[in-house]
């Protein structure tokens, strides 16, 4: 018997998410672990440019490793009051 998997929730990465994985880090830290420009991050953080897919997807991968959000939840009921 197998047991079924949720699948993966896509973090959408703001600036303030970008901001709080970086930690203490530097940006050049942060870059070497993703593969991607220092200076790119720093616009990422600051709202004038934002990861492409790929960057999103390493951004991801360092979170899971780094165990980052793994014990957020939903603040409020998670009852949605809008029609989808």
Request: avoid cysteine.
């Amino acid at each position: 018997m197998s047991v079924a998997t949720l699948p993966k929730k896509e973090i959408r990465w703001t600036p303030s998410l970008i901001k709080r994985l970086r930690h203490d880090r530097a940006y050049s830290e942060l870059a070497e672990l993703l593969g991607a420009n220092a200076e790119d991050i720093e616009l990422w953080e600051n709202g004038q440019a934002e990861p492409t897919i790929e960057e999103m997807t390493h951004l991801s991968e360092l979170a899971d490793r780094e165990g980052f959000l793994r014990d957020w939840k939903l603040a409020d009921s998670g009852v949605l009051h809008t029609d989808l």
